[in-house]
């Protein structure tokens, strides 16, 4: 394995820290994608320069094109096609209606992801709690549940998911975890319809004559895009090395390695050309956010090389062993960085673990410690406005529609720590 020193690490901390910070620090020079486009190259291409020269411009570039590539493919069609279905309706929003919302989304975020089932829920949601006086626990809660929690049961559901699923984590294994995804969304569900009950009896009489009288038939526009989700879901399963070896032979053709990305394309384009604009129109669709990502993670994909590989090779000097210790560990790096390449930094410092006599392994490492790292990626991504990219998309929406949200800490304060991080350790508890 070629030598890694400390020092290579520094470009990817640069990356992390500054997509943390720069949105607190410097928030209007920071939502230009011209400017994170600017930032990216000149923290990428010097690092690709410099690394290449100790001989790991190779593995770079293995990165980019069978790990970025397929990533932004996959986001890029979840996106497009979630963008072309449209929700519109107003009905009474009841403490009922909402929780069956909210439990909606939780499971639609492991199929269409959880940016896509964010954003095809939160405008209606809102919609339907105009008249309500108390919304802004509607938001919390569902940033939680439907932004993040809900996208644990297919690599389809959260970047870091399908991270691991090109790590060698199979399709299938993920809705392994539905015992865990149960047990939180069933607490935060419970937990939702307590708070919600509790604040509509508090709601002023004129409210719920408003919310009664203003009502108007829920109306799905888009709805092939349905069908363009399910061929997503397809190829993602089956297009893979398992089920077609070619696709792991090194001299392949470009079309048969990359025969997934290829499919996605043409789902991206069947989305696009049989769509009716208005529909797009009105879900507010622009191509700002994805472009964003795929513009940060060129960022992180570069300088991620030689830290996954530091990371690997000093694995047993960090201490980490435990199921409970990588659940944390990664939790709270996703709770204020982003969840994706953490989960791949937890996942590479497993694999330098020394092997256990008997364990059962996925994805190169113990099933137990995969199962801790998608738990704690996922999960706390909840943790703050910046653990996962729909949560400030979500919080931006809702302060659109004049809902006064927390600040970053006041989200902290009186929401994640108070009710998320109870929820993930009566989770470790029982399972890890």
């Known amino acids: 394995m070629q030598q890694v020193e400390l020092w290579m690490v520094i470009p990817f901390v ?40 100790y001989g790991l411009g190779e593995s770079i570039l293995h990165n980019m094109l069978f790990d970025y590539i397929p990533f932004i493919m996959l986001l890029l069609a979840l996106f497009v096609v979630t963008g072309g279905i449209h929700i519109k309706g107003d009905i009474t929003a009841t403490p ?12 639609l975020a492991s199929f269409m992801g959880t940016t896509g089932a964010a954003m095809l829920l939160i405008r209606p949601l809102l919609q339907i709690n105009k008249q309500r006086a108390y919304k802004v626990h509607t938001v919390l809660f569902f940033i939680a549940l439907v932004a993040n929690c809900g996208g644990i049961l297919t690599p389809l559901g959260d970047p870091p998911l399908f991270l691991l699923y090109l790590r060698g984590a199979p399709f299938e294994w993920f809705s392994s975890m539905a015992p865990e995804w149960a047990v939180a969304g069933g607490l935060l569900l419970a937990l939702y319809l307590l708070v919600d009950r509790y604040l509509y009896k508090k709601e002023p009489a004129e409210a719920h004559l408003r919310d009664k009288l203003e009502q108007e038939p829920i109306h799905i526009s888009g709805a092939r895009n349905f069908l363009y989700l399910g061929m997503i879901i397809l190829a993602v399963l089956f297009l893979n090395r398992t089920y077609i070896p070619a696709m792991r032979v090194e001299g392949a053709p470009l079309y048969v390695r990359f025969l ?48 996954m590989m530091y990371l690997n090779a000093h694995a047993a000097d960090l201490g980490l062993t435990k199921p409970w210790q990588f659940f ?25 673990l020394p092997q256990v006599a008997g364990a059962e392994y996925v994805a190169g490492i113990p099933e137990i410690l995969l199962t801790a790292i998608s738990l704690g990626a996922v999960f706390f991504g909840a943790m703050t406005y910046i653990g996962n990219g729909p949560n400030f998309m979500v919080k931006a929406i809702a302060e659109q529609e004049g809902i006064k949200m927390p600040s970053f800490f006041g989200y902290m304060v009186k929401f994640s720590l108070v009710v998320l991080l109870p929820v993930y350790v009566v989770v470790q508890l029982l399972f890890l």
């Open 260 to 307: 997934r990305d290829i499919v996605l394309a043409v789902i991206i384009l069947l989305s696009l050309l049989t769509t009716k604009k208005e529909v797009r129109k009105a879900n507010h669709f622009t191509w700002e956010p994805i472009l964003e990502v795929a513009i940060l993670f060129i960022g992180i994909f570069v300088t991620m090389t030689p830290t």
């Open 328 to 352: 944390y560990s990664a939790g709270t790096l996703s709770s204020f960085l982003d969840n994706a390449p953490t989960a791949v930094a937890f996942h590479t410092v497993a694999t330098g």
């Open 14 to 53: 640069v990356m992390l820290l500054t997509i943390a910070v720069a949105p607190l620090v410097a928030e209007h020079f920071w939502e230009s994608n011209r400017n994170k486009l600017i930032f990216t190259l000149a923290i990428s291409i010097p690092t690709i320069v410099l690394l290449s020269f």
């Open 96 to 107: 009922t209606v909402n929780t069956f919302i909210l439990a909606m989304g939780f499971i």
